[in-house]
């Protein structure tokens, strides 16, 4: 099982096979792991951050992170369209809400309740 393995994911997450093995996305999973949710342009301007004060992110807790500070557009060749490709392919792995707010992921061994 891949160490960034969250089964306790929130439902309706993305799921996705990569090298790492078949799982949902959750905010450890390495960058790379967006690549089932994220248009391939987008996912190489993130990985490179070329002219960004920061680091290029890591993991997908990363861009969630760089996402809520409004940080993205420090990235060039990242406009508007990019991220709001970002923010839907973040929707759609579940790690934001459809507002934008990050979710909260549980414990290990939480169980996610409908509703939350």
């Known amino acids: 099982m891949p160490e960034h393995h969250d089964p306790a994911q929130p439902h309706g997450?993305?799921?996705h096979a990569c090298t790492c093995g078949a799982h949902e996305i959750t905010r450890a999973?390495?960058?790379?792991?967006?690549?089932?949710v994220l248009p391939t342009a987008a996912l190489?301007?993130?990985a490179r951050a070329w002219g960004?004060?920061?680091d290029p992110p890591r993991t997908a807790g990363d861009v969630v992170d760089l996402y809520q500070q409004r940080r993205l557009s420090q990235i060039r060749g990242l406009g508007p369209r990019r991220a709001a490709e970002i923010a839907l392919a973040l929707r759609a792995a579940a790690l934001?809400?459809?507002?934008?707010?990050?979710r909260q992921e549980p414990a290990p061994g939480q169980a996610v309740t409908a509703g939350i």
Do not use: E
């Open 52 to 54: 960004a004060p920061f």
């Open 29 to 36: 999973c390495p960058l790379d792991c967006l690549r089932a």
């Open 13 to 15: 997450a993305a799921a």
């Open 44 to 46: 190489n301007l993130l």
């Open 96 to 102: 934001i809400s459809a507002s934008g707010h990050a």
